[in-house]
């Protein structure tokens, strides 16, 4: 997992920018400089060239050929795609301003709530107030604190699971989705309303709960699927409403599962409401009764902000962390200096704490290269231009559309969380859950491959969706390397 400064490897972190214009508006604008790049088809444009699986590979091999600026066609919507750390500078940050909203596409509308939640949101009043509720409600360092024993109790409980399979080979993804989730639910909704990491088909919640733990995580990864998917119909609007590949259906349909989770949610909130809530979802339900909002919250709008901070909180963390044990376990050596560090830093009587996270510097150093090698999101959601504007000494229409080494997004070789006015606002309590999860993993065991497995045989294959998730789940065997008791201690007491 060597850092290379060679862009080109940046593991596709490139922006793509459809321009939401057609093709005669932009031959007949007059002698502007327009980005190079290969002839489109008739209709098609230039879609037979992208691999609507996997289009962040398609676009990093074009962009290699045509150069850190170049502009296709998704049917009949020019897209200019810029691949190189400076062209990503231009327009996440000197023309952040411009690049500010979002377009108005399927997903946004139906899986969506109409573009009423977080992520989809056009730049607008409304999309003001929510980033203004993250960043001084919900993300504050005030309030992540206040979810520290959250994070210390389900690690622990984690640990404890990895312990009781040690000795056979697990699944991984496995139990880092119980993981992450666990956090997440009891951060947002103050309880878990699923199983313990070791019985996913009960409940551990004192409400009736009328969906189970791999139904939920069904809708989870069907939502990253969806959502980045390649929908003709945003490309070629004549066909939109035929709904070829039957992306809308099934939107529409994990929209009702969704609604159905998130109104018993709600409903078990309000019933143990408190002035002072701790979790987020309390917050949010007062703030609907804030008269000095600019914007009033609506039920359609909560639910569609806890639904993408629900789909946001977890598999990406999950699928994190699973990235980085798979390229650790692919080049051991790592490993043997990462378990140096813990036991000169840590030593072998206690588990990694978050205060620990500064000292562990390779450690963090794994976790930046695996989110260089695997970010979050190849191809971060759309922005869309709100003027015309000129990048490197290219013209850009207004209502163009852009998807897009410091982890905060102020350096752009790496921005696995966006950067801008979109940068996501909850990639400091992601970087706490992955790093100190990490640290935790590899300090509390060893790991092995299963069936005679070599390095050279694990499969680093991405699969589809909005986030980059592995192929194929990997496989392990761990042993405990810390004393035993340690792997029982599933309580924790903060200190006042």
């Given at each position: 997992?060597?850092?290379?400064?060679n862009w080109?490897?940046l593991s596709f972190s490139?922006?793509?920018?459809p321009?939401?214009?057609?093709?005669?508006?932009?031959?007949t604008r007059?002698?502007?400089?327009?980005?190079?790049?290969?002839?489109p088809?008739?209709?098609?444009?230039n879609?037979n060239l992208i691999?609507s699986?996997?289009?962040?590979q398609?676009l990093h091999k074009?962009?290699?050929?045509?150069?850190?600026i170049?502009?296709?066609?998704?049917?009949?919507?020019?897209?200019?795609?810029?691949?190189?750390?400076?062209?990503?500078?231009?327009?996440?940050?000197?023309h952040d301003h411009?690049?500010?909203?979002?377009p108005?596409?399927t997903?946004g509308k139906?899986s969506g709530?109409?573009h009423?939640?977080?992520?989809?949101?056009?730049?607008g009043p409304?999309?003001?107030?929510?980033?203004?509720?993250?960043?001084s409600e919900?993300?504050?360092?005030?309030?992540?604190?206040?979810y520290e024993y959250i994070?210390?109790?389900?690690?622990?409980?984690?640990?404890?699971?990895l312990?009781a399979?040690s000795g056979k080979?697990?699944v991984?993804?496995?139990?880092?989705?119980?993981?992450?989730?666990s956090?997440?639910?009891?951060?947002m909704?103050?309880?878990?309303?699923?199983s313990d990491y070791?019985?996913?088909?009960?409940?551990?919640?004192?409400?009736?709960?009328?969906i189970?733990?791999?139904?939920f995580r069904?809708?989870?990864?069907?939502f990253?699927k969806l959502n980045g998917?390649f929908?003709?119909?945003?490309w070629?609007?004549?066909?939109?409403?035929?709904?070829l590949?039957?992306?809308?259906?099934?939107?529409?349909?994990?929209q009702?599962?969704?609604?159905k989770?998130l109104i018993l949610?709600?409903?078990?909130?309000r019933?143990?409401?408190?002035?002072?809530?701790r979790d987020?979802?309390?917050?949010?339900?007062e703030?609907m009764n804030?008269?000095?909002?600019d914007?009033?919250l609506?039920?359609?709008?909560v639910?569609?902000?806890i639904q993408d901070l629900?789909?946001a909180?977890?598999?990406?963390?999950s699928?994190a962390?699973?990235?980085?044990m798979?390229?650790?376990?692919k080049?051991?050596?790592?490993?043997?200096k990462?378990t140096e560090e813990l036991d000169?830093v840590?030593g072998?009587?206690?588990?990694v704490?978050?205060?620990d996270?500064?000292q562990l510097?390779?450690?963090?150093?794994i976790v930046?290269?695996?989110?260089?090698?695997h970010p979050?999101?190849?191809?971060?959601?759309?922005?869309?231009?709100?003027?015309d504007?000129?990048v490197?000494?290219?013209?850009?229409e207004g209502r163009?559309?852009?998807?897009?080494?410091?982890?905060k997004?102020?350096s752009f070789?790496?921005?696995?969380?966006?950067s801008?006015?979109r940068?996501c606002?909850g990639?400091?309590?992601?970087?706490?859950?992955?790093?100190?999860?990490?640290a935790?993993m590899?300090?509390?065991?060893?790991?092995?491959?299963?069936?005679?497995?070599?390095?050279?045989?694990?499969?680093?294959?991405e699969?589809k969706?909005?986030?980059?998730?592995?192929k194929?789940?990997?496989?392990?065997?761990l042993?405990?390397?810390?004393p035993?008791?340690?792997y029982?201690?599933?309580?924790?007491?903060?200190l006042?």
């Open positions: 997992m060597e850092v290379s400064s080109g490897v490139f922006l793509a920018i321009v939401a214009a057609f093709l005669f508006k932009i031959l007059g002698p502007h400089k327009y980005p190079p790049g290969p002839k088809w008739p209709i098609i444009g879609l691999d699986n996997l289009p962040h398609s074009l962009s290699q050929k045509h150069g850190p170049m502009q296709l066609k998704y049917g009949s919507v020019p897209v200019v795609i810029a691949a190189s750390a400076e062209m990503a500078k231009q327009f996440l940050k000197t411009v690049f500010a909203t979002r108005q596409n997903a139906y709530r109409n009423s939640g977080f992520l989809w949101a056009p730049h409304q999309w003001r107030q929510w980033r203004k509720i993250c960043l919900l993300f504050t360092l005030k309030r992540l604190e206040c994070r210390v109790e389900e690690m622990r409980a984690f640990m404890s699971s312990f399979s080979p697990i991984v993804e496995s139990k880092l989705y119980c993981f992450s989730i956090i997440i639910l009891r951060v909704l103050g309880k878990k309303y699923f070791s019985k996913h088909n009960t409940t551990t919640s004192t409400a009736a709960t009328t189970q733990l791999e139904e069904g809708m989870l990864v069907d990253l998917a929908t003709i119909g945003d070629i609007p004549w066909l939109k409403f035929l709904d590949q039957g992306y809308v259906k099934q939107m529409k349909a994990l009702k599962k969704f609604d989770f949610c709600l409903r078990n909130t019933q143990i409401w408190n002035p002072k809530p987020m979802v309390g917050l949010l339900l703030l804030d008269s000095s909002l914007i009033k609506t039920y359609e709008s639910k569609g902000f629900l789909v909180g977890t598999e990406t963390n699928s962390l699973e990235w980085a798979s390229e650790l376990m080049h051991p050596h790592f490993i043997e990462a000169k840590i072998r009587d206690r588990w704490e978050e205060k996270i500064p510097h390779y450690i963090e150093a930046k290269e695996t989110l260089r090698k979050a999101a190849a191809l971060i959601p759309p922005h869309a231009a709100l003027e504007c000129n490197g000494g290219e013209v850009l163009s559309r852009m998807v897009e080494i410091d982890l997004g102020k070789e790496l921005i696995p969380f966006g801008g006015r940068i606002p990639y400091g309590l992601a970087l706490k859950v992955v790093t100190c999860g990490l935790n590899l300090h509390g065991f060893n790991w092995s491959l299963p069936y005679n497995m070599k390095p050279h045989d694990i499969n680093m294959e699969d969706g909005l986030t980059t998730p592995r194929v789940p990997l496989v392990a065997v042993e405990p390397r810390l035993i008791h340690l029982h201690q599933n309580h924790y007491q903060k006042d």
